[in-house]
C-alpha cells in the first residue's frame, strides 16, 4: 500500500486529481470508479474546475440506498449528479437503481454492467468500522454486488445527511468487495480523527473480513492519502 499523507482535505482531493487527470491524459482511464459520502467532495469540486475531457469515459459508482429513487435528493444517484455529473460529461454514468422492482435481478444487471465496463481506477472512502461500499464488517471477500443490511454504526454515521435517524435507509445494494478488487488501481482517501482506528485496523491490522477495507492489503496497486488525523494511529 502507498501511504501519503497530507496536511487536509485540500491536499488530499489535489493529490487524487492528479491521480485521475494523468490516467486520463495516457488513457489508460477508460471507466472512472466512483464513491459518495463526505470524504470524496473536494475530489469533485476540483474535477469540476479541471476542464477534464471525459467524454470518452465511463463511470460506475459503488452503491446506492434501497428505496431511494434516483430523483431523491438523500440518494446517491442524485448526489453524483449534482456534484459531478451535472458538470462533467461522461460516456456513460452507472450506479445501482434502489428502487428496482426485483433487488437480485439488479444486482445481477448491475454486475453485468462492471463486466462490461472494467474498473481502471477506482475511489473509495472508508466507514467508521472500516467498511468499503456499503461492505460491512463480516461480509465475505467473495461478495459480488449485493443487497446489505446497514449496521446501527452506519446508520449513525449517515445520519448527518439525513433529517432524522428513522430517514436512513435501512439496506443498500453495494458493490461486493470481490467487485472492488477488480479495480486495477484504487485510491482511498479518508479524513479527521474518526476514521483513524479503521485506517489502523486497514493497513496494520490482520487480512480479515471482520474489517473489510483489511483487504486492500492484497491489492497491487493502492494509493491511501489521509490527513494527519486520520494517519494518528499508524
Ligand atoms: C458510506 C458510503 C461509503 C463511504 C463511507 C464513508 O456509507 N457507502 O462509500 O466511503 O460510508 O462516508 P463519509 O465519506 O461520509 O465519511
Redesign the pocket.
Given at each position: 500500500m502507498n501511504i501519503v499523507v497530507v496536511k487536509n482535505q485540500e491536499e488530499a482531493a489535489e493529490k487524487a486529481l492528479e491521480l485521475v487527470k494523468a490516467g486520463l491524459e495516457k488513457g489508460s482511464i477508460k471507466t472512472l470508479g466512483l464513491?459518495?459520502?463526505?470524504?470524496p467532495l473536494k475530489l469533485y469540486e476540483k474535477m469540476r474546475g479541471a476542464n477534464l475531457d471525459c467524454s470518452d469515459v465511463a463511470t460506475v459508482n459503488?452503491?446506492e440506498y434501497v428505496g431511494l429513487a434516483p430523483n431523491d435528493p438523500q440518494s446517491y444517484n442524485h448526489y453524483m449528479k449534482t456534484e459531478l455529473f451535472d458538470h462533467v460529461k461522461f460516456k456513460e454514468t452507472h450506479l445501482p437503481n434502489g428502487v428496482a422492482e426485483n433487488l437480485q435481478e439488479e444486482c445481477e444487471r448491475y454486475e453485468a454492467v462492471l463486466s462490461e465496463n472494467p474498473v481502471d481506477l477506482q475511489v473509495?472512502?472508508?466507514?467508521t468500522n472500516a467498511?468499503?461500499?456499503?461492505n460491512e464488517p463480516g461480509t465475505s471477500f467473495d461478495t459480488k454486488t449485493h443487497v446489505v443490511e446497514l449496521t446501527e454504526s452506519?446508520i449513525e454515521?449517515?445520519k448527518v445527511h439525513f433529517e432524522k435517524v428513522e430517514d436512513v435507509p435501512t439496506h443498500?445494494i453495494?458493490m461486493g468487495i470481490a467487485s472492488i478488487m477488480e479495480a486495477k488501481e484504487i485510491v482511498l482517501l479518508a479524513f479527521g480523527e474518526a476514521k483513524a482506528e479503521a485506517v489502523k485496523q486497514m493497513v496494520n491490522g490482520p487480512v480479515n473480513e471482520g474489517c473489510p477495507a483489511s483487504v486492500l492489503q492484497n491489492h497491487a496497486n493502492v494509493t491511501i492519502i489521509i490527513d494527519e488525523a486520520a494517519a494518528s494511529k499508524l
Open positions: 464513491a459518495t459520502g463526505s470524504t459503488l452503491d473509495l472512502g472508508i466507514g467498511h468499503i461500499g456499503f452506519t454515521s449517515n443498500a453495494s
